[in-house]
């Protein structure tokens, strides 16, 4: 494998994913919305002046970006692999002198990329405006930063989008469309959705050790599904077996 | 170039290639015939390195198929433009030729320049910059055979260029794949068009899951019925069919006046035919030699395999 061959692919499909306006909007809006949203309610309760009794944590909220991270390249990652199902440009493209791996490294690259930066990017935007309400509000850096934010964003966010690609693998397989393999990949998120709840009722803090226990299940998840995924995707079982 | 012996390759409990041991040498257009259905995708698959065989061997070039160290150099001296042209309908004329080209590790400059040959070539130039998704069904077909050349590969498999082209299209490409003919290519083509591969194959195999007939266009047409020779009388007498049946013709048959008679050498055989009919009082309106087309060598090779 070369190693910028998989950037070449990711490259490619980061041409194609940019002209998909559904796509782009979705990826690029979901954080943003999200951000936005928060940062509302957090300036609806600073004008009350009751700042902490906010209705999430805001451990809570970052994590509702790393949620974001398993749900949002699953779409990328089903489109690049089950589009070219569709569109039927897998044959030529796996008769060029690519290896499989370097062809799955380039769309997984390209599948990870956005939905990361574009989860960081919302975050960001919330720390950072969060900041600016509660500095101006005289509470000083009462959320932002913290420990648990960056172990949440620069850890288990990029592992769970990694988990959403791989599961969006496997699922390419079996299906002979883009929504089912996003509805099948999107089934990743549930586990998340499951730990935002326990957080927010209390059941699970996140804590910098239960984050670091939480990421290190995801790596052992990732680590299982890359085998399988790499076995899943070769060019006989492709085009032999593949729905 | 190409060379099989005994290629096999099973799925389960169906065989969808048996026993195929053909060759195809440097330079030759190689027509492969053959129903729906009777393992000539699967081969080219197989010749590919797409998919693994069986049993049996085949070599492209000097390298064996079926060794995963070769099949990177295999995937490098050849293109392929499968029966779904498979375009990125997103992406440009020119783009969609200049990502192979990276596929195939060309420098820009050799891109740049095989992109703007090939775009020129096929008459698709003053549309480099139009999404492929926007073209007409001959376009697309023209820029998947660019995609297949953007390397300068030595063989060119094609699986149905032609299919679904309307005709006018389909003159293009074929003009076109007579254009690599003459370039030297060694082409690999897999087709339903018996006219198309009588016009351009200097070798045709007949596959149905085995490998029925391999020859020239010619030599196949021969080798099913040879030649015929259609005698139109004004009158057919008894004394006529005698006297035909004493030279000991083939295949005499008798439909109203006309008469139809197996020949191996037409210019020997007709003469005697003539003298004998004339000698018993008969008159000639017309003769002519008529041969088998391809098209008959290929449904008789099918039907039989189908008993």
């Known amino acids: 494998m070369t190693a910028w061959m998989p950037w070449k692919i990711a490259r490619k499909e980061l041409k194609v994913i940019g002209r998909k306006r559904s796509i782009i909007f979705y990826t690029v809006g979901l954080p943003l919305l999200v951000a936005v949203s928060f940062l509302l309610v957090l300036k609806g309760q600073l004008a009350n002046g009751i700042p902490d009794t906010i209705s999430l944590g805001a451990e809570s909220i970052i994590y509702i970006f790393v949620v974001l991270a398993t749900v949002l390249p699953s779409t990328i990652a089903a489109y690049s692999i089950v589009g070219e199902k569709v569109e039927k440009t897998l044959e030529p493209l796996l008769a060029t002198p690519t290896t499989d791996g370097e062809i799955l490294l380039g769309k997984g690259i390209a599948a990870f990329i956005p939905p990361v930066l574009s989860a960081w990017a919302g975050a960001s935007i919330f720390m950072g405006l969060a900041d600016y309400l509660l500095l101006n509000a005289g509470l000083g850096y009462y959320y932002f930063p913290n420990w648990n934010a960056g172990v949440m964003l620069l850890l288990l ?17 079996r ?13 990743m998120f549930i586990p998340f959705v499951v730990v935002f709840f326990a ?3 209390g059941i699970f803090a996140f804590s910098i050790d239960n984050l670091l226990i939480f990421s290190g299940v995801v790596v052992i998840a990732d680590v299982i599904l890359f085998f399988l995924s790499k076995a899943t995707f070769n060019r006989e079982e492709i085009l ?3 729905k | 170039m190409i060379e099989t012996e005994n290629l096999t390759r099973k799925f389960g409990d169906l065989t969808a290639v048996d026993n195929l041991t053909l060759r195809v040498d440097k330079g030759q257009v190689f027509g492969f015939l053959g129903p729906n259905g009777a393992g000539k995708t699967t081969t080219v698959r197989m010749l590919c390195c797409l998919i693994g065989k069986t049993s049996g061997s085949a070599k492209i070039g000097e390298y064996e198929v079926g060794n995963q160290e070769n099949a990177l150099k295999i995937r490098k001296m050849i293109g392929l433009v499968p029966d779904n042209v498979g375009l990125y309908e997103s992406l440009t004329a020119f783009e969609n030729l200049d990502y192979y080209g990276k596929l195939y590790r060309r420098t820009d400059t050799q891109r740049k320049e095989s992109n703007e040959y090939f775009l020129k070539l096929l008459g698709l130039w003053e549309k480099r910059d139009a999404l492929a998704g926007s073209f007409s069904k001959g376009m697309k077909q023209k820029l998947a055979i660019a995609r297949a050349l953007v390397h300068d590969p030595e063989i060119l498999f094609m699986d149905e260029p032609t299919a679904n082209l309307d005709p006018e299209s389909s003159k293009t490409v074929r003009e076109f794949i007579l254009e690599l003919k003459k370039q030297k290519k060694t082409i690999f083509l897999n087709t339903h068009n018996l006219d198309e591969a009588q016009r351009i194959c200097d070798k045709i195999g007949i596959l149905n899951t085995r490998l029925m007939a391999v020859g020239t266009p010619e030599e196949l047409e021969r080798s099913i019925h040879g030649r ?10 008894d004394s006529i069919l005698d006297s035909l049946k004493r030279l000991q013709v083939k295949n005499l048959v008798s439909e109203g006046n ?8 037409p210019e020997e055989e007709n003469p005697d035919m003539v003298n004998a009919i004339v000698a018993a009082g008969g008159r000639i309106e017309t003769i002519t030699v008529t041969s088998s087309s391809l098209e008959d060598a290929y449904l008789k090779l099918v039907k039989e395999n189908a008993q």
């Open chain 1, 157 to 173: 966010a990029p592992l769970a989008a990694i988990l959403s690609i791989e599961v969006a693998v496997i699922a390419s397989s």
């Open chain 1, 175 to 187: 299906v002979t469309d883009v929504r089912g393999a996003n509805q099948i990949a999107g089934l």
């Open chain 1, 199 to 201: 957080g927010a009722e």
């Open chain 1, 240 to 242: 032999t077996k593949w």
């Open chain 2, 228 to 237: 015929k020779t259609v005698i139109q009388l004004t009158q057919l007498k």
């Open chain 2, 258 to 265: 006309k008469l139809t008679v197996d020949v191996v050498n």
